[in-house]
């Protein structure tokens, strides 16, 4: 039962360097999302994938793109990674039931861009 | 505008004391609460969830949450901390908009003395 899974854990770019953080669900659910979280600000959502072959922008969606690639994989793409973008993110999946649905986590990907 | 505030950014209790986490919200309608915890350098694991009934809810690992819809609180609470609760500890409400995203508090770090 791995439930979410992120990769990589850990990533260090350069400014201006492109990445794209992985993360794949195993519990059949449709919807999955992307987070970010800063010091003293929570978890702030960055897109969204209600089901397979949608998404939308959430709160901070600047600088960043998404790809639902099937039901199980849901990717967050930096094109041109910026110092502001340093954050640890989250990605989750939620089970149905319109908004009852509980959202389950990630164990993150801390990226740092110097 | 929904928003969720968790008043004490760091708390330290000693071990064997009881524990209380404030948690206030803002939100139109029933609001569906949860509480989660995150332990250093790990995702975050659901505690406990309110959607509708009992204003007290049961939780993991010993936990408990009381709805006060009066005071739009959330407050979360353990008789007796062990030294494994020192965690961060996030209160969100699930939204009605943006797929069901979760707002979430900024966050209380919970130390705990010997």
């Known amino acids: 039962n791995a439930g979410v899974t992120q990769t990589p854990k850990f990533q260090v770019l350069k400014t201006g360097q492109s990445m794209t953080l992985q993360c794949a669900q195993d519990?059949?659910?449709?919807?999955m999302y992307w987070y970010r979280q800063d010091p003293g600000m929570g978890l702030r959502l960055i897109y969204y994938?209600?089901?397979?072959?949608?998404?939308d922008k959430g709160e901070v969606p600047n600088g960043y793109n998404v790809s639902r690639l099937n039901k199980r994989e849901f990717s967050l793409r930096l094109e041109s990674a910026a110092p502001s973008q340093t954050s640890v993110y989250f990605c989750?999946?939620?089970?149905?039931?319109?908004?009852?649905?509980?959202?389950?986590f990630g164990a993150g990907t801390r990226l740092s861009v110097l | 505008a929904q928003s969720v505030t968790q008043p004490d950014i760091h708390i330290t209790v000693s071990e064997g004391a009881s524990l209380e986490l404030r948690c206030n919200y803002s939100y139109g309608a029933t609001p569906y609460l949860f509480w989660y915890v995150q332990s250093p350098g790990q995702g975050l694991q659901l505690l406990l969830k309110?959607?509708?009934?009992?204003?007290l809810v049961q939780g993991i690992k010993g936990f408990e949450a009381e709805f006060k819809r009066s005071q739009s609180s959330f407050n979360l609470r353990k008789p007796s901390v062990h030294w494994s609760d020192a965690a961060e500890y996030f209160c969100a409400v699930g939204a009605g908009n943006q797929g069901g995203k979760l707002i979430f508090g900024q966050g209380t770090e919970l130390s705990v003395k010997p």
């Open positions: 989750a999946s939620r089970e149905a039931g319109l908004y009852r649905g509980i959202q389950y």
């Open positions: 309110y959607f509708s009934g009992d204003t």
């Open positions: 994938s209600a089901s397979e072959g949608t998404t």
């Open positions: 519990m059949n659910h449709n919807s």
